[in-house]
């Protein structure tokens, strides 16, 4: 099983990115997934999370209304638009699969047991 994250870069305060998640392996079309953050010298924080057929979603306070979370099942992909960046969302990123099927969007991080390799997001201002 491999999830692979990917999109990150350097943007520019008031920009966009869209990171992608896809995943390996195994069918995920059951599963709720996640997107978590780690920037530098503080713990991972949840960012938003989708549950298995994309109809439910969370999302941290701290993105509402600027991000959003997205799948497509049949290409077994994440995806997070990232709208109106900030500096402090500068992090690495992690997407991460739920270990249970058929949940609702989890937002901690002991629900999930698949982890990806990460993307580098990186906001100047």
């Known amino acids: 099983v491999q999830l692979q994250a990917s999109g990150g870069g350097l943007v520019q305060a008031g920009g966009s990115l869209r990171l992608s998640c896809a995943a390996s392996?195994?069918?995920?079309?059951?599963?709720?997934m996640g997107w978590f953050r780690q920037a530098p010298g503080k713990e991972r924080e949840f960012v938003a999370a989708?549950?298995?057929?994309?109809?439910?979603?969370n999302y941290a306070d701290s993105v509402k209304g600027r991000f959003t979370i997205s799948r497509d099942n049949a290409k077994n992909t994440m995806y997070l638009q990232m709208n109106s960046l900030k500096p402090e969302d500068t992090a690495v990123y992690y997407c991460a699969v739920d270990r249970g099927a058929w949940g609702a969007p989890a937002i901690e991080a002991r629900r999930y047991n698949y982890w990806g390799q990460g993307t580098l997001v990186t906001v100047s201002s």
């Open positions: 392996g195994r069918a995920f079309s059951s599963y709720g």
């Open positions: 989708i549950n298995w057929n994309g109809v439910k979603s």
